[in-house]
């Protein structure tokens, strides 16, 4: 048994092994067995988030911005780029961990809005528009 861990340390270091390392076997460390997945993008269990991210391009790339722990949840505040799509997706990742490892997941999504269209002329994420 693991002594006691950084929730918001071990979760990003799993989104950095997954998203932007692809390192499935290492990732298994990471993700529960029995994960639950409340995304509707994302098929169900661990293997449907690791199918899903096998699938998108390998320009693929996690940044994240902001990391919340509170309990046994950790809500992280990120960016999906190099997605196969013509915008980054600015992601609220809601994590529920358990016995050390991720277990459950929401998220909320968006394109990333450019400064001619962000009406309060403020960026989605960090301090900078997208180029």
Request: glycine fraction near 6%; aromatic fraction near 10%.
């Amino acid at each position: 048994m693991r002594g006691k861990i950084d929730n918001k340390a071990f979760v990003l270091e799993a989104f950095d092994t997954l998203f932007n390392k692809r390192d499935y076997e290492a990732a298994k460390r990471y993700w529960s067995p029995n994960y639950l997945q409340h995304s509707a993008h994302i098929a169900p269990g661990r293997e449907g988030l690791f199918d899903l991210v096998k699938a998108l391009p390998s320009e693929l790339h996690y940044e994240n911005a902001l990391a919340l722990a509170e309990g046994d949840y950790v809500i992280l505040h990120g960016r999906f780029s190099g997605n196969g799509q013509p915008r980054a997706l600015i992601a609220a990742d809601i994590v529920r961990m358990a016995d050390g490892v991720l277990a459950e997941h929401w998220d909320v999504l968006q394109d990333e809005a450019s400064k001619a269209e962000s009406k309060s002329g403020l960026p989605m994420f960090k301090d900078h528009f997208p180029e």
